[in-house]
């Protein structure tokens, strides 16, 4: 038996943990803040590796590099963006604009 045929597609966006919301006002990440934004980090590297490998399987792979090395500072961002409507919700990369109502 193929090893491979018990393997599920592992990246789904509701597996991220409940909303991470963080207070700027408050310099100390809680426990459970601590660890549900490192599980939120891993879950989305995971997918961005999960997806380039499977685009380089097809031909037309790329790297994973800037998406896999800004990942810590965009789960932080949307866990401020959660708490307040102080911020503008808006994430520039290299491509340009990236609404909040793509991150939902």
């Not at 597996?15 to 919301?21: C, D, F, H, K």
């Not at 963080?22 to 599980?39: A, G, V, Y």
């Not at 685009?55 to 307040?84: C, I, K, Q």
């Amino acid at each position: 038996m193929c090893p491979l045929e018990d393997l599920s597609f592992r990246f789904c966006p509701n597996q991220l943990s409940p909303r991470v919301s963080l207070d700027p006002t408050n310099p100390q990440l809680t426990d459970e803040q601590r660890k549900d934004l490192l599980f939120n980090i891993q879950l989305l590297r995971d997918a961005i590796v999960l997806f380039t490998a499977s685009a380089s399987a097809r031909g037309v792979s790329g790297h994973t590099g800037g998406a896999y090395d800004t990942v810590p500072e965009v789960t932080l961002l949307l866990a401020l963006f959660e708490n307040s409507d102080k911020y503008v919700k808006i994430f520039f990369d290299e491509a340009g604009a990236i609404p909040p109502d793509c991150l939902e």
